[in-house]
C-alpha cells in the first residue's frame, strides 16, 4: 500500500523550444516539438516514486490517447493509478509549455478532465487513503475537491502537504488542516501579501503565513535554493549552480523529495537539502517527468557537493 496519496492534476505538456517567446502578433519559428507526461500533480506523484517511496494518485483524464498515455506513464515510475479515472466528459487535460534558450518556460494550462476530480471520487477511494502516511495535493483540481480531501486526510490522521499552484485565496480551514505548505516566489508574495524579492522578505511571508496555521512552510528561491520554516526556526538551504536545461517540474521536484524526506524522518536541515538537490537535479534535464531524479541520483549529487548544509537563520 502507498505511504503517499498524491492528489492532483494530469497533464500532457506539449513543449515547444525556442530561442525566445515571441512578442504580441510574432510568429517564430521553434527549435523542437515533444509531446510529455506532466501536471503539477502527476509530476509530484512521480517525483515521489521516482525517489523509491510507495504512491499512489488519484485524479481525473480523458477517455483519449494522452490520458492512457499518462496513465502508462505513472505506473512506469512505480505510481499506482488505481485511483485515476477515464472521465468521457472531458479531454485530458493540456498544458502549453513554451522553453526559451534560457531554460525558463511559459506555460498555459487547460484543465479538461482534471476539473471532474469529485469529493466522491476521492470518497471512493478513503480506503487507500486510511492506509497511507502522507497526502500531497496542490491547486490544478477543484478546491472543493482539495479541501475535502484534506479533511478526509487529516480524520485518518495522515500529514498533509499542500503546494497551492497555481495560487488561489485560501480559507482558514483549510490553512488549518496543512501541515507542509510548499510555495514558490510568487505564490508566497500572494498568499501573505508580503512582496518577495530575497531571503529575507521570504522569510516573513513563511512567517506570515505559517501564522495560518501551517507547521512547516517552504519557500522555494529558484537557483537561489529554499527557506524552510517550522518551530524549529529558519533554514536556509542554497543550490548549487548547474547549467539550466529546462526548469519545467523543478518545484515539483522539490516537493516530491521534501514529502519523502519528512516520510523518513529525516531531520528538517537534512530533509531541505535534499529536496534542493533534487529540484537542482530537475533544471538539468529536459522536460517535466523525465526530468525527475531518482534516489541515487540525488545521493550522489549530494554526495558530490557534501558540505553544503542549510544555514539556520
Do not use: W
Not at 518556460?105 to 470518497?123: K, T
Not at 514558490?184 to 501573505?192: G, H, I, V, Y
Amino acid at each position: 500500500m502507498p505511504d503517499v496519496v498524491v492528489v492532483g492534476s494530469l497533464n500532457m505538456d506539449m513543449v515547444v523550444r525556442v530561442q525566445r517567446v515571441p512578442q504580441a502578433g510574432e510568429t517564430l519559428t521553434g527549435d523542437h516539438f515533444e509531446t510529455i507526461p506532466g501536471g503539477k500533480g502527476a509530476n509530484q506523484a512521480a517525483a515521489v516514486g521516482r525517489l523509491g517511496c510507495p504512491v499512489a494518485m488519484l485524479g481525473c483524464v480523458g477517455a483519449d490517447a494522452f490520458g492512457e498515455a499518462l496513465r502508462h506513464n505513472l505506473q512506469r515510475m512505480g505510481v499506482d493509478v488505481s485511483g485515476v479515472a477515464s472521465v468521457s466528459s472531458q479531454p485530458t487535460g493540456t498544458a502549453t509549455i513554451l522553453v526559451e534558450g534560457s531554460g525558463e518556460n511559459r506555460i498555459v494550462v487547460v484543465p479538461g478532465a482534471n476539473a471532474s476530480l469529485s469529493p466522491a471520487h476521492i470518497d471512493a477511494h478513503e480506503a487507500l487513503i486510511a492506509q497511507a502516511r502522507f497526502m500531497l495535493t496542490q491547486f490544478e483540481t477543484p478546491l472543493p475537491t482539495i479541501l475535502h480531501a484534506l479533511r478526509l486526510a487529516r480524520a485518518h490522521g495522515l500529514r498533509t502537504a499542500l503546494n497551492p499552484a497555481p495560487a488561489a485565496p485560501i480559507s482558514d480551514e483549510l490553512y488549518r488542516l496543512v501541515d507542509v505548505l510548499v510555495v514558490n516566489e510568487t505564490e508566497a508574495s500572494a498568499l501573505s501579501g508580503v512582496p518577495v524579492s530575497d531571503a529575507a522578505s521570504a522569510s516573513r511571508a513563511a512567517s506570515a503565513l505559517q501564522a495560518k496555521g501551517p507547521g512547516i512552510v517552504a519557500v522555494t528561491l529558484g537557483a537561489r535554493g529554499a527557506l524552510l520554516l517550522s518551530a524549529e526556526g529558519l533554514l536556509d538551504q542554497p543550490a548549487r549552480p548547474v547549467e539550466v536545461v529546462d526548469t519545467t517540474a523543478a518545484g515539483d521536484a522539490f516537493v516530491g523529495a521534501l514529502v519523502v524526506a519528512l516520510r523518513s524522518a529525516l531531520p528538517l536541515p537534512d530533509a531541505l537539502r535534499y529536496a534542493v538537490s533534487a529540484g537542482t537535479l530537475a533544471v538539468t534535464q529536459f522536460g517535466a517527468q523525465p526530468s525527475l531524479p531518482t534516489a541515487e541520483a540525488v545521493e550522489a549529487f549530494q554526495l558530490m557537493h557534501a558540505g553544503g548544509s542549510p544555514q539556520k537563520g
